[in-house]
């Protein structure tokens, strides 16, 4: 087995609707997919159903002089690309915005998560 001798962690770059935008804090995402759950009857476990899932993205960027946050809010037909570190692409296709923006006037930074049922993750060639 050979190891990989590259960066596992840390940078990542990000666009919105082919806009980059500065990531400066965590990124986390969650590729969409079928959720599967247990089914239990009362003596014994029954087996799974399966259910589509959405997938996400969330991530802390810069508030921009030149853009409104509370643009976002409520925002869909939203198209992010993001760019990891390892080399990893993750891709929303289609997204929409969910949960409040609350923008940090201290650190200039804001939370952006947006859900899709097409979230990605290709890896590098």
Do not use: H
């Not at 810069?62 to 993750?90: C, E, H, W, Y």
Request: charged share 20%.
């Amino acid at each position: 087995m050979s190891t990989y001798r590259g960066p596992l962690a840390g940078t990542a770059s990000l666009t919105i609707n082919g806009e980059a935008w500065s990531v400066v804090g965590e990124l986390q995402w969650q590729a969409a997919g079928d959720v599967n759950e247990t089914l239990k009857g009362q003596s014994t476990v029954e087996g799974f159903q399966s259910m589509p899932g959405q997938g996400f993205i969330q991530v802390s960027l810069r508030d921009r002089r030149d853009k409104k946050v509370s643009d976002f809010q409520g925002a869909s037909g939203l198209t992010i690309i993001a760019v990891l570190a390892n080399g990893k692409i993750i891709t929303v296709v289609d997204g929409w915005q969910v949960e409040q923006i609350n923008t940090n006037t201290q650190e200039g930074t804001f939370e952006l998560k947006v859900e899709s049922d097409t979230v990605t993750e290709d890896t590098a060639s």
